[in-house]
């Protein structure tokens, strides 16, 4: 079971910045992998929050329907928000 440690608002606005941030998938067929590249969020505190929650959904290595890949969920650098050229928002799937 995955828990969000914190406070309730916290809680709460971890679940707000996410349902309202984009997302980057690529396939890594070469890797058997799925990335699944969330941008880091506007507040420290959160990205410090989602990282175990991201830690919880990779672990049970869940093979995206349809495919031979596993799920791989990450926290984009800094440096890899939209409209950097190290990160490519149009390659969502």
Do not use: T
């Given at each position: 079971m995955i828990e969000v440690q914190g406070k309730a608002?916290?809680?709460r606005k971890l679940l707000q910045a996410l349902l309202i941030s984009d997302a980057n998938i690529r396939p890594e067929p070469e890797n058997s992998i799925l990335?699944?590249?969330?941008?880091?969020?506007?507040?420290?505190?959160l990205d410090r929050m989602l990282a175990p929650l991201l830690t919880d959904l990779t672990e049970p290595r869940t093979i995206y329907p349809g495919t031979d890949l596993g799920l791989v969920y990450e926290i984009a650098a800094?440096?890899?928000?939209?409209?950097?050229s190290d990160f490519r928002w149009d390659q969502d799937v």
């Open positions: 608002p916290d809680s990335r699944v590249r969330i941008p880091s969020l506007a507040d420290n505190a800094k440096s890899q928000k939209r409209g950097s």
